[in-house]
């Protein structure tokens, strides 16, 4: 399938990184399918900021790319392909919608949070502009990507009192 050509090039740069990413996306538009303008990974521990989702990332870089290409971006949003390695949260997917971005392709559904297929759907959201959706493409790379991350520790993670507990049960030698 042609739309999961740039989607595996995410997911082998994602395969590469070290960073503290469990979503990657890459904006292309129309006769310049391949042509990547925004990318995008998560950022919410790096920043400390809880909206800078990999989506967010990505539109702002695609916006600077339109500043610097004397493009409208409005127009480049709609005939923009976003291809995702997590099903969009409800947030991102709300912005999306705004944005009329064309379609978004994407690997694991994200059932917890999911703003396209999984939470939400397509049709809940009252927009004249329908995004078309392709899901679940290659989705055992991309659960054994997001498995990886959240098989590291995360260092921004605040411990419960549980977990805190159950720390010092296991140094109780003393």
């Keep these: 399938m042609i739309d999961e050509l740039p989607k595996h090039d995410r997911l082998n740069e994602h395969e590469r990184s070290a960073g503290g990413m469990h979503s990657g996306i890459q904006l292309s538009a129309g006769s310049e399918r391949f042509r990547d303008y925004g990318r995008g990974i998560n950022e919410v521990n790096k920043t400390k900021n809880p909206t800078r ?41 709300s912005a999306l919608y705004l944005l009329e971005i064309r379609k978004i392709v994407f690997g694991a559904c994200n059932p917890r949070f999911g703003g396209l297929k999984s939470v939400a759907s397509n049709e809940q959201y009252q927009h004249d502009h329908q995004i078309e959706l392709i899901s679940e493409v290659d989705v055992d790379r991309s659960i054994s990507l997001l498995k990886r991350f959240y098989g590291r520790e995360n260092r921004m993670h605040r411990k419960t009192k549980e977990e805190q507990s159950k720390e010092c049960d296991t140094h109780s030698d003393y």
């Design 53 to 93: 989702h990999a989506e967010f990332v990505a539109i702002e870089e695609a916006e600077q790319w339109c500043k610097d290409s004397d493009q409208s971006f409005d127009q480049v949003m709609r005939n923009t392909s976003l291809y995702v390695t997590l099903e969009p949260c409800i947030m991102c997917a």
